[in-house]
């Protein structure tokens, strides 16, 4: 042989260890069930554009809160400026000039009303003269904590029961589901009817109401998936230890529900919404003056010939917020369930 | 079947009894009798118009003629329309009801098994998102906004079908239209997702494997297996239309019972509140019942056992 390869503890040179540990392993990041996901979530680009306008239409609701934020008072009535339409500072353009047509010609309703040129109304005035960009607000905060506090409720009490039912089953179950079918099969609206009636008209009896129409679907579904989750292996294993039943409740049986909660928690708050803006729309629901979607667009209806902005706007608003939480929704049960997705 | 029929009608009839009783008890609690308002009949006369409504009895006694009287269709007497038995009023009403409900449902349900199968197909088109829009519009829109554009722009300003009340045909248009819409959105998205999964199926590309046509797939095997779950949501498509009935009857002045309901709370007519309370759980429970037996009849795996779903 030609000549020999010699080794010696020079040839081998120590590798860093801290890089290439092992190069066979290809990973993504860990990612906890929240993050994965939120990662697909961002992908929906429609859910994402209607958390913006959610996102957005919470922050005017608390920023209405602020009186100096508003325009103008929302309860105040100075019938001087009652039915004004739009005007905007500074622009010309039919509909939002403070004009508008009255048989056949069109006018200044502003000059009309005595208002000085520095009087704007940015969405026009109802029949009191109340400014209407400022009710809008107000009345979005209301029916927005009216929805997302009657679902809280909703949520605390059906997961409670239905966790209950599940976990308990047997003769337990059996009696509380019966209780479930014989509550579903009364309307929602017969029992949000008569509720009202017994409770005082209010923002709280709304709440109330409207939560202890719509906790069943909740408890159904969650007792459902509890019945599932109590068969698994970690459960038995906390129940083998001893864990107390509410500790399992808390640290093992939330986790696990929580994409169903969620996405229910979702798909109730939009129905609650039309619940409130349909009692207040039927004249039962939030009382005078307080100003609510609902009673906006009862209010903005008996006009609707003559002055068509006063029922417009609370509907779009109404409208944009329903479609914004659907399609959210829509969103987030692709998001949670990736199974389902087609 | 019969087993499970005769269980089915006893709860339905408990449930019913619930009903009445909650309803009775309640009506009780409120404060206020017909004469709150009244300040200037004398005591005897007081006397006497309570004693011809029957409320001077003990509470017990006014319940059990209560319900006996309800078995024999007797409702009592409405608070608002003096000697105007409130049975009377409500089956002079329930027709336009009945006839607005079915048009709604049938309007709503059959274009929206279309359309979503429409979406399915053309799956990730632009037909596609279309449909997809349209239903989301359809379910965030609420009906009685619908109903006063369509009365403002179709009836008014279009002058095509009258604004309000109650005739012919053509008054029963646009509120059938109002109230379709949310069936119509809510059948279309239901469909899709079943019609996409029933699309995804082996006997769907066994069937187009054995060379039938993309309209015969389509049709006879994906079509026909997606309509039968439409069965489950018919129950909450008519809680939809009889919710929206109240307040679309009383927009478009339609002689109905939503439109009696909505008068007789804001008047406080106790007698006509329970008796609209009873008739619309007793139509959502026959629904119910219906299309429970309707879904065990045509599709023979789900075993009426009384714990399907």
Redesign the interface.
């Known amino acids: 042989m030609a000549d020999e390869v010699k080794l010696t503890a020079k040839s081998f040179e120590p590798l860093d260890r801290s890089k290439n540990l092992d190069s066979e392993k290809i990973s993504a990041p860990n990612l906890t069930f929240m993050q994965d996901a939120w990662r697909r979530l961002k992908k929906n680009k429609s859910a994402v554009i209607a958390m913006v306008i959610l996102i957005l239409f919470f922050i005017m609701a608390i920023l209405s809160f602020f009186p100096s934020v508003l325009p103008h008072q929302p309860n105040a009535i100075n019938t001087q400026y009652a039915n004004l339409p739009p005007k905007w500072p500074g622009v010309d353009i039919n509909g939002v000039n403070g004009t508008l047509v009255q048989g056949g010609s069109r006018i200044n309703a502003y000059a009309q009303a005595g208002a000085a040129s520095n009087v704007h109304f940015w969405l026009g005035t109802d029949y009191l003269g109340r400014d209407l960009l400022s009710r809008i607000l107000t009345g979005t905060r209301i029916s927005l904590t009216v929805a997302v506090v009657a679902t809280l409720v909703d949520l605390l009490f059906g997961v409670t029961y239905g966790m209950f039912s599940g976990w308990k089953g047997g003769r337990v179950d059996n009696f509380m589901q019966?209780l479930i079918?014989?509550i579903m099969?009364?309307?929602?609206?017969?029992i949000v009817?008569?509720l009202m009636?017994?409770l005082k008209p209010g923002m709280w009896s709304i709440i109330l109401t409207i939560a202890f129409s719509s906790w069943t679907t909740m408890a159904r579904l969650t007792r459902a998936q509890t019945l599932e989750l109590k068969e698994q292996e970690y459960i038995l294993a906390a129940r083998t230890l001893g864990e107390s039943p509410i500790k399992i409740a808390f640290k093992h049986l939330l986790p696990n529900l929580s994409s169903i909660i969620i996405i229910q928690t979702m798909f109730t708050i939009?129905s609650a919404i039309?619940f409130e803006?349909?009692l207040s729309?039927?004249?039962?629901g939030i009382p005078n003056p307080t100003a609510s979607l609902g009673t906006l667009?009862n209010d903005g209806?008996k006009n609707?010939?003559f002055l068509?902005y006063q029922?417009w706007y609370p509907?779009i608003v109404?409208?944009i917020i329903?479609?914004a939480?659907?399609?959210f929704a829509d969103g987030l049960r692709d998001a949670f369930d990736p199974q389902t997705k087609? | 079947m019969a087993k499970y029929l005769g269980k089915r009608i006893f709860?339905?009839l408990?449930?019913l009894f619930?009903?009445i009783t909650?309803?009775f008890f309640?009506m009780k609690?409120?404060p206020g009798t017909p004469l709150t308002n009244e300040q200037k009949l004398s005591p005897e006369q007081r006397e006497l118009i309570l004693k011809q409504y029957g409320l001077t009895k003990p509470v017990w006694q006014q319940y059990l003629i209560y319900v006996a009287g309800i078995f024999h269709g007797n409702f009592g007497t409405s608070f608002q329309f003096s000697d105007q038995a409130v049975s009377y009023l409500i089956s002079s009403r329930i027709g336009p009801s009945l006839l607005l409900g079915l048009q709604a449902m049938i309007v709503g349900v059959i274009p929206g098994i279309l359309f979503g199968a429409l979406g399915a197909i053309k799956?990730n088109t632009w037909v596609d998102t279309g449909t997809t829009i349209v239903s989301?519009?359809g379910?965030?829109?609420?009906s009685?906004?619908l109903a006063?554009?369509l009365q403002?722009y179709v009836g008014?300003k279009l002058g095509w079908f009258p604004i309000a009340d109650w005739g012919g045909f053509a008054y029963t248009v646009l509120p059938t239209l109002a109230l379709a819409a949310s069936p119509f959105a809510d059948t279309a998205r239901f469909i899709r997702t079943e019609m996409?999964d029933v699309l995804?199926s082996d006997y769907i590309e066994l069937a187009t494997a054995k060379g039938l046509s993309r309209m015969q797939v389509i049709f006879h095997h994906a079509l026909r297996n997606s309509l039968i779950p439409v069965v489950t949501i018919i129950g909450p498509l008519a809680?939809n239309i009889?919710?929206g009935s109240?307040?679309i009857e009383?927009?478009f002045s339609v002689p109905g019972i939503g439109e009696q309901?909505?008068k007789s709370?804001?008047t406080n007519d106790y007698p006509t509140?329970m008796a609209v309370?009873i008739v619309?759980?007793v139509m959502?429970?026959v629904v119910?019942l219906i299309t429970d037996i309707i879904y065990g009849v045509i599709d023979p795996r789900i075993r009426l056992t009384g714990k399907s779903n």
């Open positions: 019966r079918e014989i099969s009364i309307p929602t609206l017969v009817v008569l009636l017994i939009p039309f803006a349909f729309f039927v004249g039962i667009l209806q609707f010939q068509p029922m509907a109404l409208s329903m479609i939480f659907n399609v087609e | 709860y339905l408990l449930t619930i009903v909650i309803t309640l609690l409120l799956k989301i519009l379910i965030s829109i609420p009685f906004v006063v554009l403002y008014l996409v995804n809680v009889m919710t109240m307040v009383n927009i309901f909505v709370i804001l509140i309370t619309y759980s959502l429970m119910l």
